[in-house]
């Protein structure tokens, strides 16, 4: 038996509980872990909440798919990985099939990367879903090269984070937009260039004066609703606005006829395009084990919770007051 979240009926972090299940054998292509670490991320309070892109199938339901473990049992047909291995689980399945959210779970040999020397559990259940989100934008699909300017809002976030390292690994200026004022101090110190306080200040403003009217080649946007037309604004010609979230949970105009049909390109995106793309995902991959081997990206863990506490883990991801990656332990 294992203690197992589910959630029975959708609703806020209350409804998570936590359950002795047995967790079963893996089928072909799977395998089992032993969970010791949960990374988590916006994509669960919305699905828990019935707001995802996707939406709940059937409940009871699990939920999570970024941990780190080590593999206690293969499945027929996976080749790869052994018993006894320290690995990652990186999000790339749907929380109607699988979910980590536990202390022993079944998942995808698909879904694993093996954990390397000096990466430790919770390092490993937070470096994957932002970093790939981060590098697959930027560098994969966007193209961003020394030299440009990367907006990037919630920068406070996980992904935010990983968004200005990953600026600052290929030479680009990272600008950070933070609601909060009392963020500025450590959005410096993780290495914007300049950090921009949206509750306070004139976002497209700021940006227009900061690259002489020119405006930025690249913004990274995980807020949505109606900010997009500010920035819109600030988009250099023939530059970027990718939107990679909508935490405003508010319908986002189209920022076009009345903006004077800007050059502006503007495009969603999901780090699944980088994880279902075996060669993007091995670029992927190679840019963030060799910025962590050389000291380049690392996550930034805002705090720890035990399982036992998921439901208060839930409830901090939701007041946004974090600074980087929510971490859930599992003690053995
Ligand atoms: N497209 C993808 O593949 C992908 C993958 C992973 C995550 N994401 C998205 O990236 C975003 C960050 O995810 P995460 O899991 O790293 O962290 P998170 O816990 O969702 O980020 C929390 C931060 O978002 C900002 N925020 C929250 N509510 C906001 C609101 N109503 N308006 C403006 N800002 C708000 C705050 O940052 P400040 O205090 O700094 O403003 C807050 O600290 C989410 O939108 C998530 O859905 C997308």
């Not at 968004?163 to 950070?176: D, F, K, L, S, W």
């Not at 084990?289 to 036992?308: I, K």
Request: net charge negative.
């Amino acid at each position: 038996m294992a203690r197992t979240v589910r959630f029975h009926e959708i609703g806020g972090p209350e409804v998570l509980r936590l359950e002795d299940l047995e967790t079963g054998e893996p089928g072909p292509g799977e395998v089992r872990i032993r969970v010791d670490a949960i990374g988590l991320n916006r994509a669960e309070a919305l699905f828990r909440r019935g707001r995802y892109i996707e939406q709940v199938k059937q409940l009871p339901s699990g939920l999570g798919n970024e941990a780190a473990g080590v593999i206690e049992a293969v499945g027929p047909g996976v080749a790869g990985f052994e018993e006894g291995q320290a690995v990652s689980v990186v999000p790339s399945f749907s929380h109607n099939d699988y979910g980590v959210y536990a202390e022993r779970a079944i998942v995808p040999a698909g879904a694993l990367l093996p954990r390397p020397d000096g990466v430790d559990a919770v390092s490993g259940a937070a470096v994957w879903m932002p970093h790939l989100t981060a590098y697959g934008a930027m560098v994969e699909v966007g193209g961003m090269r020394a030299g440009d300017m990367a907006v990037v809002t919630a920068a406070s976030s996980s992904v935010g984070l990983a968004a200005i390292q990953t600026a600052n690994r290929v030479g680009a200026t990272p600008v950070a937009v933070t609601r909060t004022r009392g963020k500025r101090r450590r959005l410096l110190e993780e290495g914007a260039a300049e950090v921009i306080v949206s509750d306070e200040e004139d976002v497209p403003g700021r940006l227009l004066e900061l690259t002489g009217g020119r405006g930025a080649e690249f913004v990274f946007d995980a807020v949505a609703g109606p900010g997009v037309l500010g920035l819109a604004r600030a988009v250099a010609a023939d530059g970027t606005l990718f939107l990679w979230g909508a935490q405003s949970g508010q319908p986002t105009p189209y920022p076009g006829f009345d903006l004077g049909m800007p050059a502006l390109n503007l495009r969603t995106y999901t780090m699944l395009e980088i994880t279902g793309d075996p060669e993007r995902m091995r670029r992927a991959t190679a840019f963030v084990t060799s910025g962590l081997r050389a000291g380049f990206l690392r996550p930034v863990v805002d705090r720890l919770f035990p399982l036992e506490e998921i439901v208060r883990a839930h409830r901090h991801m939701e007041s946004n007051t974090q600074f980087g990656k929510i971490v859930v332990t599992v003690a053995h």
